[in-house]
């Protein structure tokens, strides 16, 4: 079949762990529904009941909180092969939004089939547990960098961090990446402003540790700019081990 993300999906969970040519079928079974979003739509509304679960397939999402002003805190960054909602399956009401950061494919599949691949497939939704786990740990690491991290190594975290996810389903090179976004959504992803997220840029530009032109985020020294963010992806699970 063509590839419609679901590749990016199977090589996440074959990070961790070993999938049968069954459980890959039963993937590609599943009832994908695709659609497009453009840049800055909502993709899944805050206080929804969604009814199906989506996963990125092309492009960046994001997940947002608002507060009542208007001001927006994004506290996840999507990439191909992540769920958006996964959770939703089991949380039943959505307790923030999910936007498209750039263009964006989505790939819907009913929480009904989801349903029945747990029960037919139990390694597999065990897999896709780990899967919410990772969101849990990423998220607690990212609390991490807003509290304690100074802004140039949290910045430098971040870059790290989307490089790595995107390297390992096969959306990187070894030293550069897409990332097609303003300096308002780093902003927001950052939670800084505007003006101390360029300033915070053009201070990792200066060590030449990132060099971002045009969407694509060079990196000519990754070593330097790991230890500069003390980044230790063992809160990924990136090791394959049996679930």
């Known amino acids: 079949m063509e590839d419609s993300g679901i590749s990016s999906l199977i090589a996440s969970l074959e990070n961790r762990d070993r999938l049968s040519a069954e459980e890959k079928a039963a993937l590609e079974a599943l009832n994908w529904r695709f659609r497009d979003f453009p840049r800055g739509t909502e993709i899944i509304r805050d206080r929804s009941r969604p009814a199906e679960s989506c996963l990125i397939v092309q492009g960046f999402a994001v997940r947002a909180g608002y507060l009542r002003s208007g001001q927006r ?66 998220q607690r690491t990212w609390l991490v960098s807003i509290g304690r991290r100074n802004p140039a190594s949290h910045l430098a975290h971040l870059i790290c961090e989307t490089h790595l996810r995107l390297f390992s389903v096969g959306r990187a090179r070894p030293d550069e990446f897409e990332l097609p976004i303003g300096q308002a959504d780093l902003a927001d992803l950052l939670g800084l402003s505007v003006v101390h997220t360029n300033r915070t840029l053009q201070e990792l530009r200066a060590q030449n540790l990132v060099r971002w032109r045009g969407g694509t985020v060079h990196l000519p020294d990754r070593k330097a700019l790991a230890a500069l963010a003390e980044f230790d992806p063992i809160y990924l699970h990136l090791d394959p081990e049996r679930r």
């Open 73 to 138: 805190q994004l506290t996840a960054l999507l990439v191909p092969g992540d769920f958006a909602d996964l959770h939703g399956l089991l949380l039943k009401v959505m307790d923030h939004s999910v936007i498209a950061l750039t263009d964006c494919r989505i790939g819907f599949v009913d929480h009904a089939a989801l349903r029945r691949l747990s029960a037919d497939h139990p390694h597999l939704w065990r897999l896709f547990t780990l899967l919410l786990t990772i969101d849990a740990s990423i």
